[in-house]
């Protein structure tokens, strides 16, 4: 099995994208603080979208402008468009994040687009980015299934794949946007990637109990990147029932405890999961921050 992988924490965004409880950019940024403090190597901050598509991540500009340096920690965002790209350059983002569906219902929907669309878009904003040197990271959404056109073939999905990736793109995610996934799926996808010549991750949601079993799956393929959120908030407000990603904290014990160290402080994470609780007003999927840290070497 090969090391850890890098963790980036999404809750920022895709975390608190579905909640019902809107947080100020203030305590945002104070979650991207606590997030990096606790060794994060990279957080998924914000995301460049209209706020009256997705009223809970307004202010992106704000909550990068407050949060403090945080050394050793990759300050993210999310962008869906051209005007998300020159918002986030002139936020001052260390890494660009762009995700699309793979099939055209949920474009249309998500993004109001098409597969196709998407895909020169997304080549368009690769160009920019390696011209501006900022890392770009692609994450092909419904990889694993589409609330509206039903199962998504890996054959499809590696199609996206290919037909995007070029100069520019540093990373290429597959996400279970709405949790259907199981772990053969992971392992096709990954070893039909393992030729595309940039790191491959998964972004995964926990939606039908299958995540966690995901994420195993994927770490034992050599995964190199793995999206999770504190307390294991999340989901998509243009995804019926999609419910929250794999949760950072309990994927973090799941890795040490299998000897597999990720730099990051468990015992903070359950701290600030129990925070993030209390600022959402409501106790929070995730498991690890309810029953607590257990040694399971002994020592």
Same mark, same amino acid.
């Given at each position: ?134 890392? #770009?990271?692609?994450? =092909? /959404?419904?990889?694993? +299934? %589409? @609330? !509206? ?76 990147? #793995?999206?999770?959120? =504190? /307390?294991?908030?999340? +989901? %998509? @407000? !243009? ?61």
């Amino acid at each position: 099995m090969s090391g850890a992988p890098i963790i980036c924490d999404v809750g920022p965004r895709d975390g608190l994208q579905n909640e019902s409880r809107t947080l100020t950019p203030q305590v945002r940024a104070e979650l991207c603080e606590r997030l990096a403090a606790a060794g994060l190597p990279r957080v998924e901050a914000v995301s460049f979208v209209h706020p009256e598509r997705v009223p809970q991540m307004a202010g992106a500009e704000e909550v990068l402008s407050l949060w403090a340096d945080s050394p050793g920690t990759v300050r993210a965002g999310l962008i869906l468009n051209e005007k998300g790209y020159d918002r986030a350059l002139a936020a001052g983002v260390e890494e660009l994040h762009l995700a699309f569906p793979v099939t055209d219902e949920f474009c249309a929907r998500n993004q109001n687009t098409t597969v196709k669309d998407a895909i020169a878009l997304t080549r368009r904003l690769a160009e920019r980015a390696h011209g501006d040197g900022l890392p #770009l990271t692609i994450t =092909l /959404g419904a990889s694993f +299934g %589409c @609330p !509206f056109e039903g199962a998504v073939s890996p054959s499809h999905v590696l199609s996206v794949a290919e037909r995007v990736l070029g100069e520019g793109i540093s990373e290429l995610l597959f996400a279970d946007t709405i949790g259907v996934g199981v772990p053969t799926q992971v392992r096709t996808l990954l070893s039909g990637a393992a030729g595309f010549g940039v790191p491959i991750g998964c972004h995964l949601h926990n939606t039908r109990n299958t995540g966690f079993a995901n994420a195993l799956a994927a770490v034992e393929a050599g995964v190199a990147v #793995l999206d999770a959120s =504190l /307390g294991g908030t999340g +989901g %998509c @407000p !243009f995804a019926p029932r999609a419910t929250g990603n794999i949760c950072t904290e309990d994927l973090v014990y799941m890795l040490h405890g299998m000897g597999i160290e990720t730099g990051i402080d468990l015992d903070a994470l359950i701290g600030h999961a129990g925070w993030l609780a209390e600022q959402l007003g409501k106790d929070l999927p995730g498991q690890v921050y309810k029953a607590g840290n257990f040694n399971l070497t002994g020592r």
